[in-house]
T-cell receptor, first 113, second 113 residues
Framework: GESVGLHLPTLSVQEGDNSIINCAYS??????FIWYKQESGKGPQFIID?????DKRQGQRVTVLLNKTVKHLSLQIAATQPGDSAVYFC????????????FGAGTRLFVKA | DAGVIQSPRHEVTEMGQEVTLRCKPI?????LFWYRQTMMRGLELLIY????????DSGMPEDRFSAKMPNASFSTLKIQPSEPRDSAVYFC???????????FGSGTRLTVV
């Protein structure tokens, strides 16, 4: 499950700092967005989602912001911990008659202890 | 619930051989997805099923790939004949609907030599 691109954007943060991971999505018709976390050797894990009628949603230590005007999604992680080190993917879902979810390339987050 | 179960975890096969990957979705989930993850292309949707019916197979790369879902608790992805460029991690995911987050399995790492 760790076969992600060698040239992924990388974010390195100090333990305890806040992290912001950004994502540009491709289709203005997308109406549902999800952030996933993928640790080495595992499948992607759902973190938080947001629908297009919202611009902010908060979870435990995580916040997702959606800016439909510029097709931008961000994930904020508060008080980042070593266990947050992983690759983070944004995903957009659009209704094409059926639903289709497209994943971004991912961002690798390193947390320095 | 044991989550989405995939088998085998690892598969090494020779070029030209048939490969069958298996998936058991979460009980009660009515949507099932097959993804492929590579370093070059990231996570790609191959096919998805709704209520055991294939809805969108536009991501299936070639006729060598086929997928079935004979019942709500089992799906297979078959590659015949396999080629070295099919080497990747193949993920199965399920959800309770096509507008909701997915639960991924641990993946099958396929190596074709």
């Amino acid at each position: 499950g760790e076969s992600v691109g060698l040239h992924l954007p990388t974010l390195s943060v100090q333990e305890g700092d806040n992290s912001i991971i950004n994502c540009a999505y491709s289709n203005s018709a997308s109406d549902y967005f999800i952030w996933y976390k993928q640790e080495s050797g595992k499948g992607p894990q759902f973190i938080i989602d947001i629908r297009s009628n919202m611009d902010k949603r908060q979870g435990q230590r995580v916040t997702v912001l959606l800016n439909k005007t510029v097709k931008h999604l961000s994930l904020q992680i508060a008080a980042t911990q070593p266990g947050d080190s992983a690759v983070y993917f944004c995903a957009e879902t659009l209704n094409t008659g059926g639903f289709k979810t497209i994943f971004g390339a991912g961002t690798r987050l390193f947390v320095k202890a | 619930d044991a989550g989405v179960i995939q088998s085998p975890r690892h598969e090494v096969t020779e070029m030209g051989q048939e490969v069958t990957l298996r998936c058991k979705p979460i009980s009660g989930h009515n949507s099932l997805f097959w993804y492929r993850q590579t370093m070059m292309r990231g996570l790609e949707l191959l096919i998805y099923f709704n209520n055991n019916v294939p809805i969108d197979d536009s991501g299936m790369p070639e006729d060598r790939f086929s997928a079935k879902m004979p019942n709500a608790s089992f799906s297979t992805l078959k590659i015949q004949p396999s080629e070295p460029r099919d080497s990747a991690v193949y993920f199965c995911a399920s959800s309770s609907g096509t507008g909701f987050g997915y639960t991924f399995g641990s993946g099958t790492r396929l190596t074709v030599v």
